[in-house]
């Protein structure tokens, strides 16, 4: 079974500034897909970025990049030039690839972190 | 708007009732799954369903079911319900349970209260 673990139960930045989220997982696949979603007040579930693992270059999405270590098995958030509208619980988590069996498709989600952005 | 769409929004009911969830996936996704998010248990995953039939189940109760129906809407049955079970209940959508098109869709979740 495949754990996600978040350590940061809580993370403030001021307005404009740069933040970094951790994540670490564990799994005995090779295969896997990677992801951060954002949960604001409004509780919906937002996609706020993903990474596939057989990919050594982390992706970006505008002021959102990952640092992903496979070997470390951690997969970082960072925010960029932080804005208010960012202030939200972040999610990681985790999905089987392709040779995953019936569990495929399932996401495994770390505790949350409540990131505040401060003006 | 995800295009997923779960109602009721809300629900309050006493405990030992039973209610049901719906959920209407994104138009041409075929996996529904459903979450539950709690304060003590976080985000679950509880059952997936692809094309009408279970493709994966998760922590589950026995007093809790989920169907897919032809037109391929979901809905996630809570029965015998406890003050425990209170949480907000999320479906997600995707077109196939693996592959590139692996992004999941969120609905606006269900807000279930057992008093």
């Known amino acids: 079974a495949q754990t996600v673990t978040q350590s940061q139960p809580e993370m403030s930045v001021q307005e404009a500034e740069t933040v970094t989220l951790s994540c670490t997982y564990d799994?005995?696949?090779?295969?896997?897909?990677l992801f951060w979603y954002k949960q604001p007040p409004s509780r919906q579930m937002i996609l706020v970025i993903r990474?596939?693992?057989?990919?050594?270059q982390n992706a970006t999405e505008n002021r959102f990049s990952v640092n992903f270590q496979k070997a470390a098995k951690s997969f970082s958030l960072k925010i960029s030039d932080s804005q208010l509208g960012d202030t939200a619980m972040y999610f990681c988590?985790?999905?089987?690839?392709?040779?995953?069996?019936?569990?495929?498709?399932?996401?495994?989600f770390g505790q949350g972190t409540i990131l505040t952005v401060h003006p | 708007d995800s295009g997923v769409t779960q109602t009721p929004k809300h629900l309050i009911t006493a405990t030992g009732q039973r209610v049901t969830l719906r959920c209407s996936p994104r138009?041409?996704?075929?996996?529904v799954y459903w979450y539950q998010q709690s304060l003590d248990q976080g985000l679950q995953f509880l059952i997936q369903?692809?094309?009408?039939?279970?493709?994966a189940k998760g922590n589950i109760l026995e007093r809790f079911s989920a169907q897919q129906f032809p037109d391929l809407h979901s809905e996630l049955n809570l029965s015998s319900l406890e003050l425990g079970d209170s949480a907000l209940y999320f479906c997600?959508?995707?077109?196939?349970?693996?592959?590139?098109?692996?992004?999941?869709?969120f609905g606006q979740g269900t807000r279930l209260t057992v008093v």
């Open positions: 997600a959508s995707s077109v196939d349970s693996q592959g590139p098109n692996t992004e999941a869709f």
């Open positions: 988590a985790f999905m089987k690839g392709r040779a995953g069996g019936t569990s495929y498709g399932k996401l495994t």
């Open positions: 990474q596939e693992a057989y990919k050594q």
């Open positions: 799994t005995s696949e090779n295969n896997y897909y």
């Open positions: 369903y692809y094309n009408g039939e279970e493709r």
């Open positions: 138009s041409g996704d075929l996996s």
